[in-house]
Structures are given as C-alpha cells and as structure tokens.
C-alpha cells in the first residue's frame, strides 16, 4: 500500500527528529502568555508592611525636603 | 501561514506577528550555545552601563589615593550587583513589564509617581554628568566639544530610532566588548600581579586606617556599582526583547558574565588610577588623569583612556535615557518599544530625543552649575536606590505575581541584609552630601 509507511522509514525519522533542535530568537516567537498584573491590582499587604511603606514615605518626603533646602542654599 | 494580530504586554501595542522563524540545530550543545546568544545581550548591557563616566572617576580615584588596597571591595559587589539584577530578570520574563508599571500597578499611585518622578529627575542629571564627561575627554583630544558633543548626541539618537531592538543591542553589545581594553590599559600600567590578587583576595586597610574621606570613597564605589536605573532598565529591556519562562537560565548567565565583565572592568580602572598615583599624580579628574598616564605611558595610551571615557559615557546615556522613555511610557501607556518604528512610538522616542538632547545642550552652556547637577545625581541616587530595592524585594515576594519564580527563604536572607547594608550606606552618603556639616572633616562628596 502506497499510503503506508515504512516501519523503518518511520523509525529513522523519529529519530532525525530526536537529534534536530529549533532555537528561535524570543523576538521571532510566539509571545507567550504573562501574568495579568492589572487584573490583580493592588498588592495585599500586612499591617507591618503597610506601616514600614508609611514610614519609608515619611523618611522620603524628609529627605526631598533636605535636598532641596540645601540645594537652595547653594544657589544663592 | 497567515499572520496573526496579538497585543505585546510589553509594547502595549498590537503588533503583527511574524510567523517563528527558528534554526535547526543538530547538537544540544549547539542549541544551547545558540539560545544563549540569542538571549544575551541585556544583562551584559545593563551591567557595563553601570561602568559609566561617573563610574571611571570613583573607580579611578579610588585607585589614585588609595592604590590597589580597595579592590577586596570591588570584588564583594560582584555577588550583590548580581542577586540584585537576577531579581529583576525573574520579575520581567515572568511579567512581561517594566519596573515602573509594577510599582504603579501594585503598589499605587503615589509611590508609581515618586518611584517616576525621582528615577526622571536623577537619570536627567546622570545624563548631564555622562555628557560633562564627554566635553571633558573631547578637550583633552583636541576635539572642539561644540562639535563633538552635538555630533555624539545625534548618533546616541540614531542608535535608537532604527526601529530595530536587535539592531540597537548589537550596537551597544559591541560598544561593550571595547570595555575589553581596560584589561589591555590595566595589564599595560598595573603592579605586580601578586600584589593585585593579595589585595583582591585579602582585606587590607590603607595606611592611615578608616578616616572619613575613606568611608565616603567605599561609598561611592558601592553607589555607583547598584544604581537605581539599572532595575528599570534591566526589567524594561527584558520585556521589550520578550524573554519567555524557558530563558530565565540563560538570562541569569548573561547578568552573571555582565557582572564579570563589569566588576574586573572597574578592578582595571582602579589599577590605572593606582598608576597615576605612583608616579606622583595627584588625581582631579579622569580626563587629567589620562593626561597624567600619558607623560609616562605614551600618548597612545592617553588616547585610548580618554576614548574609553567617552565609550563609558556613551554606554550609560543610551541605557539611562532608555531607562527613562521605557518607565515614562509604561507609566503613561504610551506604545514603548524599541521594535516601533517612530511613527508608532512618537511619545517613547521624543522622550529619549529630549532627554540626550536637552543633556548635551546644558554641558555646552558655558558656566552651567555642573558641580550642583554632580550634588543632585548622588542625593537623589541615594534616596531612590533603597526604596526601589525595597520594592523589588516586597515584588519578588510577591506569590501571586510570581508564583514559582517567587523568591526562596535563602534568596530572601541574602537580599534583605544587602537591602540594609545599602540603606544604611546611601543614609550615609545623602545625609553627608545634603548636610556637609555632619561629618566635618571629610572631603567634598564623592561621584556617583
């Protein structure tokens, strides 16, 4: 039968496919699927998070101040 | 096959697909060598970037007043440099988005906004210094700057608009590799090699013991190797090159060799600075320094320190101007990719334009306050660093973002005691740039 293949012919293309690899560049291939961030919105965060993230605020805000009073300073 | 429309995460746009176009190896060592290639590329941008102008002036001060004795220092922020940038490949491939619209998206608008606004304001003043360091270099060539500045600003700009990401990286990646000649510099000019490896290896104090001027050098040193834009470049450059889940291996790879090559990259400009010293120089700038190497090394190896000025200059304006458009249009949802063309990107690439232009044009003002802009770059760096790294850190925890890319209770160790040796140490450096007063007999502030 003309449609049938080979046992044999199967086997060595089986095995021609086992030592050939496709390496494509990421920029080439299909994007894949990411983690949707803006579905999961904002992070859940304990109290002591929340309270180190205020503080870390405080200290910022402190600190732009100090910047730029001093900045000023130096340009007079 | 017909192509398909898809939306990009990274872009924000909808871009046509080409079908995969792969090559077929033999070999699984071939496959590897071949993925790895084709995955690398940001971790070694991301991390010789960081060797920028202000980088060759710390290392190479470094050099001049204290020889090869600080080099065991160098060689410890190798690992921290690396555990930091690993992070955000983790965070980009599993995302597929920028530093910035993580901080906005997870942790809201007031901190997306300060985390933007200050990382804007610092890469514009870094900029202004790289640009500084290029007037300075074309000066000593012999170059006239009104020239010479302009003309390295257009190219900067026609790097990016090719409408190419590939194009672009291998332009930088091969501004990289010329980084290779501070080894060829350092093996020229360097001491014996027992006493670099003794001083790489071993800990030692330079004579005179721990004085403040020394405590503020270490400082710097540690500032300039972790700087606040590296984060956002790295991640936001992964997302643009769309790295998928199965390249994270390799893509730590690339970060780890970056690291390599950036850390013995600044062990070399040390040991130039440490042979200007030698000889009697007393260091001023980079610039002078090479003017100083070249009165007893030739004039060529003058040429080849200050062209190595403008390559590191030229390396950090392109990744921190990047660093700045990519955030901006994350932020704003403006289409930012580097696969645009400018038609496509006009907010993305005018950004980048006004950025590197607007830089240049301040340098070429005669009598613009350079040493305030210096003073700006190294208070603002030192506020934003911790509390970006914070927020990487509260992100790399983050197990619904991340899920097994999430990191692991030994990652988490190490990366917090890194997070408060640099919080302490950037409390430090903004607190004595900001209120000189406070230590008194240190010198002025070091570059960041």
């Known amino acids: 039968m003309a449609t049938m293949a080979n046992p044999i012919d199967l086997q060595a293309e089986t095995q021609t496919r086992k030592n050939h690899f496709v390496v494509v560049h990421p920029l080439d291939d299909v994007p894949e699927t990411k983690v949707d961030t803006e579905a ?30 001093h900045v000023m300073m130096l340009a007079r | 096959m017909t192509n398909k429309i898809l939306t990009m995460p990274a872009s924000g746009v909808e871009t046509e697909v080409m079908p995969v176009r792969g090559r077929v190896v033999k070999s699984k060592w071939t496959r590897d060598l071949l993925t790895f290639l084709m995955v690398f590329g940001p971790g070694l941008i991301v991390m010789v970037a960081d060797n920028d102008a202000g980088a060759v002036s710390t290392y190479s001060q470094a050099g001049a007043q204290y020889g090869t ?169 992964i997302a643009d090159k769309r790295l998928r889940f199965a390249d994270v291996k390799w893509a730590r790879l690339d970060t780890f060799l970056g690291a390599c090559v950036t850390i013995t990259a600044a062990v070399c400009m040390m040991i130039a600075g440490a042979a200007s010293h030698a000889h009697g120089f007393r260091f001023n700038d980079p610039a002078q320094m090479a003017t100083d190497i070249g009165t007893f090394a030739g004039p060529a190896m003058r040429n080849l320190i200050l062209l190595m000025m403008i390559n590191a200059a030229v390396l950090g304006t ?45 340098v070429l003002i005669p009598r613009a306050p350079l040493q305030l802009i210096i003073l700006g770059v190294q208070v603002l760096a030192g506020v934003i660093l911790p509390s970006a790294i914070i927020f990487l850190q509260l992100l790399l925890n983050d197990k619904e973002l991340l899920g097994e890319y999430a990191n692991k209770p030994w990652n988490n160790w190490v990366n917090w005691t890194i997070v408060i040796v640099l919080f302490i140490l950037s409390l430090i450096l903004a607190a004595q740039v900001a209120a000189p007063n406070l230590f008194p007999s240190a010198v002025s502030g070091p570059t960041t």
């Open chain 2, 318 to 362: 392109t990744a921190i101007s990047l660093s700045s458009a990519w955030a901006y249009g994350e932020v704003r949802g403006w289409p930012h990719s580097l696969q645009l063309p400018w038609r496509e990107a006009r907010g993305f690439y005018a950004l980048y334009l006004v950025c590197v232009a607007a830089a240049a044009g301040i």
């Open chain 2, 69 to 237: 004795h600080l080099l065991w220092i160098v060689l410890l922020l190798l690992p921290v440099t690396y555990f930091i940038q690993e992070m955000v490949v983790r965070l980009g491939i599993a995302t597929g988005k920028g530093h910035a619209a993580m901080i906005y998206q997870r942790f809201g608008k007031w901190w997306g906004l300060f985390s933007l606004v200050d990382l804007e304001v610092v890469n514009f003043l870094t900029l202004v210094t790289e640009f500084a360091a290029i007037h300075l270099a074309l000066n000593k060539l012999g170059v006239d700057p009104r020239y010479g500045v302009p003309l390295a600003a257009a190219c900067l700009i026609l790097m990016v608009l090719t409408g190419s990401y590939r194009r672009w990286e291998r332009t930088v990646v091969f501004l990289c590799l010329l980084d290779f000649a501070w080894f060829w510099i350092a093996f020229r000019l360097g001491p014996p090699m027992g006493q670099i490896v003794k001083h790489a290896l071993a800990p030692s104090m330079p004579a005179g013991g721990i004085t403040p001027e020394l405590m503020f050098l270490v400082i710097a040193i540690v500032g300039t190797t972790i700087a606040p834009w590296q984060l956002f470049f790295q991640q936001s450059c």
């Open chain 1, 40 to 69: 999961l919105g904002p992070m859940p965060m304990t109290r002591s998070v929340r309270f180190s993230l205020l503080s870390l605020r405080a200290y910022l805000i402190l600190m732009v101040l100090l910047v730029v009073y």
